[in-house]
T-cell receptor
């Protein structure tokens, strides 16, 4: 089944403790992206990747890192999480940019 | 700046009615638009897309209309069913085509 898989689905952690949210797609898509969803603000892009080893900032990249060492994986790294990063995070992928993006089911992060 | 908005945050309809969800966009240079459906606890799910060289596109029970003159996008759902209850987002591509810019969503409630 074609899908985008995120892990974990839920995480409660404390300020400053590094965490990684993994994202994997099995559709051989070149484009991948991370969004966060907050009430009243909608979905906002954090980082995106056009292909392996090619990443760039989205609208709200501060406090986040990403890497794209393999086509299928695009992890989101929070080196020193803070409470303002408490949010619902979505990973998405598409064959190329400007194509319909397929979304994972989300990761709900709570930073205390 | 670029933004996509929806006219109504909520829409309530009876089962069997036709639903129309509207969206206004601000970037006249946008050439690709998508409608997504998001159910509780899930990621956005692709419904239908349209490129700027078209005015109308039909899918199964759904139609998207694009009016570039007034920068307006709409999603029509025929014979709305309880399973259509969800939050609907319109999205447009960014200037570089590397991101989707989402509106804030319309919650569709379908009563039997």
């Amino acid at each position: 089944e074609a899908q985008v898989t995120q892990n974990p689905r839920y995480l409660i952690t404390v300020t400053g403790k590094k965490l990684t949210v993994t994202c994997s797609q099995n559709m051989n898509h070149e484009y991948m992206s991370w969004y966060r969803q907050d009430p009243g603000l909608g979905l906002r892009q954090i980082y995106y990747s056009m292909n392996v080893e090619v990443t760039d900032k989205g609208d709200v990249p501060e406090g986040y890192k990403v890497s794209r060492k393999e086509k299928r994986n695009f992890p989101l790294i929070l080196e020193s999480p803070s409470p303002n990063q408490t949010s619902l995070y979505f990973c998405a992928s598409s064959l190329y940019a400007n194509q319909p993006q397929h979304f994972g089911d989300g990761t709900r992060l709570s930073i205390l | 700046g670029e933004s996509v908005g929806l006219h109504l945050p909520t829409l309530s309809v009876q089962e069997g009615d036709n639903s129309i969800i509207n969206c206004a966009y601000s970037n006249s240079a946008s050439d690709y638009f998508i409608w997504y459906k998001q159910e509780s606890g899930k990621g956005p799910q692709f419904i239908i897309d349209i490129r700027s060289n078209m005015d109308k596109r039909q899918g199964q029970r759904v139609t998207v209309l694009l009016n570039k003159t007034v920068k307006h996008l709409s999603l029509q759902i025929a014979a709305t069913q309880p399973g259509d209850s969800a939050v609907y987002f319109c999205a447009e591509n960014s200037k570089a085509g590397t991101a989707l810019i989402f509106g804030k969503g319309t919650t569709l409630s379908v009563s039997s």
